[in-house]
């Protein structure tokens, strides 16, 4: 019996690199965007625009910090959090 010859390694990398490829567009692409989109409309934030924390808190915009926002849960309730801490931006408050 001939032994058998071995493939070319780059031929057997194709598989590989094609799935790395895939996984690109389907996974990485797409949550790059909707981050990028999420920290613009973060930049954009303004007084009185309602959003809603990592916590699940809902609060109004009072103040815009650096680094931070102020935040009104009720009446003389406020709080102060991270700019990444905000998951939902909400329709400006009509009040």
């Known amino acids: 019996m001939v032994p ?7 031929n057997q990398m ?4 094609l799935m790395g490829l895939i996984f690109y567009f389907i996974v990485l692409l797409p949550e ?7 920290n613009q409309s ?3 934030l303004q007084k009185n625009d309602t959003v809603v924390t ?4 809902h609060a109004t915009v009072v103040n815009i910090k650096e680094k931070t926002l ?3 849960i009720d ?7 991270d700019r990444e801490a905000i998951t ?3 329709a400006k408050n009509k009040d």
């Not at 194709?14 to 690199?17: G, L, N, R, S």
């Not at 990592?54 to 808190?57: F, L, N, Q, R, Y």
């Not at 009446?75 to 959090?81: F, L, W, Y």
Request: hydrophobic content about 45%; aromatic content about 2%.
């Open 14 to 17: 194709i598989p590989f690199a």
């Open 54 to 57: 990592a916590g699940g808190i």
């Open 4 to 10: 058998a010859q071995a493939g070319n390694p780059l």
């Open 88 to 90: 939902t931006i909400n």
């Open 75 to 81: 009446d003389n309730v406020k709080i102060e959090v």
């Open 70 to 72: 102020i935040l009104r």
């Open 42 to 44: 973060i930049a954009k």
């Open 32 to 38: 790059k965007k909707k981050k990028e989109a999420h």
